[in-house]
């Protein structure tokens, strides 16, 4: 009942942003994303694709309701609880592993058992250290746990595996789908790494360039917890084929 | 350690040497000194001035962190508040503190309370500009974090904003200490019937070196007690999670 991975209340997630653009350095406005819409149904993973500076990052601050300033609605229910894994891990150094995680709790969860969820990331033994001690993929996976520890309505997740060596990526990527599938947890994932998307989601959006829209919306077959390196390597080739006849069409269009 | 005691008991040494030629009742020898501070102890009189001293030090002390702490971040955060309060903040580190303690005793009376703030104002832009420099350099992507975890704004002072303010907290509270012992005797000097301070301006109006040696000795002692046994441990437990194993 108190352990951190039981299923939750999974919760739609639904972003529709007209129109959201930044001041440039010398004061005139840039667009980073137009006209763009996005539903995720209950407890599904979802991946949003696109080149680097593209604004994948701004949509995922704006659906954290970190970025209010945009033209468009961001629909969630109301008790919503938010788990959030940033590019950097975005450890509090000055506190441990263990501290960190349980500094998330909101004050009525403080008692949960996070036994089983340090156990499955592998953190068991490095609780006592402090983040300026850890290695980037075990700082990551600190971030992870803290995500999870909140037992989140839903998941957003920054380039969560960027810069790490792809067999720890791999394997943190396996870790994350037995996770977010035990949860049933709904979680958007930002990525440039087609594979990665391929291996974790079972819908990817395929984002243009600046500014960001979805020019390719693409279901995955289930069950995504067994995809085997071949198949994603032939589901990421089909997927990039597509994706070159989707932008032929806009330019000719 | 050791070179520190050779290099303390060349100093004494010195002066003994200083006293025992010159023979003057202006320049008392180390012995006539220690006799003197021991009497002066035992009647009670020297723990009871220096108590008063402390006190005032504590007070000041106090409420110039607090204020500083709160405007420097204001200042530090927000660039309208920087902006209006920069520049009552050059005038007040320019006021030299002579004149901040005769407006205060002129427009307060001559009271505690005029000294303690006195002092207290006299301290508060240097914790202002020190802290305003922290409150610059806070982390946004943690604050980002402790905004998408939620975290309320008790959790976040405590947890966020205060680690981060420490290194900036413990330097201004450090050259603080120093700044305010030292006023504090003017202060004292100036307008009050007990303290350090005051003792030191009665015994130079009686030309008595002894007594004003024994009290600047002791109140040097007291700075370093109080700076080796509060101050420094304090820094180093906030410094603790900087600490890299080998």
Redesign the interface.
């Known amino acids: 009942m108190n352990d951190a991975l039981t299923a939750g209340d999974a919760a739609p997630l639904e972003l529709r942003i007209d129109a959201k653009s930044f001041l440039s350095a010398d004061g005139t406005p840039v667009e980073v994303v137009r006209d763009f819409q996005l539903r995720l149904e209950a407890g599904s993973f979802g991946a949003l694709i696109g080149p680097s500076g593209c604004g994948k990052t701004t949509i995922l601050r704006i659906a954290a309701g970190l970025d209010t300033d945009f033209r468009g609605q961001l629909r969630t229910p109301g008790a919503r609880r938010l788990g959030m894994v940033f590019q950097e891990p975005r450890l509090l150094p000055w506190r441990t592993v263990e501290d960190n995680i349980r500094l998330a709790l909101p004050v009525h969860q403080s008692d949960v058992d996070l036994t089983e969820l340090f156990e499955t990331l592998g953190l068991g033994s490095h609780l006592a250290r402090y983040p300026g001690e850890l290695s980037l993929g075990l700082a990551r996976r600190a971030g992870i746990a803290r995500a999870f520890a909140i037992r989140p309505d839903f998941l957003l997740l920054d380039e969560p595996f960027v810069s790490l060596d792809e067999a720890v990526a791999s394997r943190l990527r396996s870790e994350l789908t037995a996770l977010t599938t035990r949860t049933r947890v709904t979680t958007l994932l930002v990525t440039h790494h087609l594979e990665e998307a391929v291996q974790l989601a079972d819908r990817l959006f395929f984002l243009s360039d600046r500014p960001a829209r979805i020019i390719l919306e693409k279901m995955l077959p289930p069950p995504r917890e067994t995809r085997s390196a071949d198949v994603i390597a032939s589901i990421s080739q089909e997927m990039r084929a597509l994706v070159a006849r989707a932008v032929t069409g806009i330019v000719q269009s | 350690m050791l070179p520190r005691v050779i290099s303390l008991a060349a100093l004494i040494a010195v002066w003994a040497v200083a006293a025992a030629l010159a023979q003057s009742r202006l320049l008392p020898g180390p012995l006539t000194i220690a006799a003197a501070t021991l009497a002066e102890i035992r009647s009670g009189e020297l723990p009871f001035q220096m108590a008063c001293t402390l006190a005032r030090v504590v007070g000041s002390f106090a409420i110039a962190m607090l204020l500083g702490t709160l405007g420097g971040y204001a200042m530090g955060r927000s660039k309208a508040a920087d902006r209006f309060a920069d520049s009552w903040l050059v005038v007040l580190i320019n006021m030299p503190a002579l004149v901040i303690i005769i407006f205060a005793y002129i427009w307060i009376g001559l009271n505690e309370t005029a000294a303690i703030l006195a002092v207290a104002i006299n301290k508060l832009p240097n914790v202002i500009v020190v802290v305003r420099e922290g409150a610059r350099a806070l982390d946004a ?2 604050d ?2 402790a ?5 309320g704004p008790s ?1 976040r002072i405590r ?2 904003v205060i ?1 981060q303010l420490a290194p900036y907290l413990a330097a201004s509270s450090r050259s603080g200490l120093s700044i305010v012992w030292k006023i504090v005797l003017v202060v004292e000097l100036l307008g009050r019937p007990n303290g350090v301070g005051f003792v030191l301006g009665s015994a130079f109006s009686l030309f008595d070196m002894a007594r004003i040696l024994s009290y600047a000795i002791c109140f040097i002692v007291l700075m370093l007690v109080i700076e080796s046994l509060l101050v420094q441990p304090l820094e180093r437990r906030a410094n ?3 600490r ?2 080998t």
């Open positions: 992507e943690i980002e974090m905004k998408a975890f939620q975290f959790k947890h966020v680690p603790r999670w900087r890299r194993p």
